[in-house]
């Protein structure tokens, strides 16, 4: 019998990473951290490789929904808030940073040597 694996390619703040990997370790799920930069602000984040079984899936994404949440964040005049487009804030605003993007793939197979 074989066990249908998923690799969850997780994104969070950095402000979040900390947090969200003891409450994977509490639950006997391990995962391996590599630092990311991106996102609208253009601010560091984690990215979190963590591989499971099938059954885990939902269990996972909970706790990750629960260890990072959206939250506001004030942008002060001068911060770019798109790379792409160079716009520039006129005055101070708040907007929605945090929560967690999940990328969850097929694992064709897993070797551990």
Do not use: W, Y
């Not at 602000?41 to 949440?69: F, M, P, S, W, Y």
């Not at 993007?101 to 694992?107: G, K, R, T, Y």
Request: proline share 3%; net charge negative.
């Amino acid at each position: 019998m074989s066990v249908t694996m998923k690799l969850l390619l997780t994104i969070v703040q950095d402000a979040d990473a900390a947090k969200l990997e003891q409450a994977l370790r509490e639950r006997s799920f391990q995962s391996t951290k590599m630092a990311s930069t991106g996102g609208f602000l253009r601010e560091g984040n984690t990215t979190l490789i963590i591989g499971v079984d099938d059954k885990d899936v939902a269990l996972v994404q909970e706790i990750i929904h629960a260890n990072c949440r959206e939250r506001t964040k004030v942008v002060t005049a001068g911060s770019p808030l798109h790379a792409v487009e160079g716009a520039f804030a006129s005055q101070p605003m708040e907007v929605p940073v945090g929560g967690a993007i999940v990328f969850v793939l097929n694992v064709e197979a897993f070797h551990r040597l």
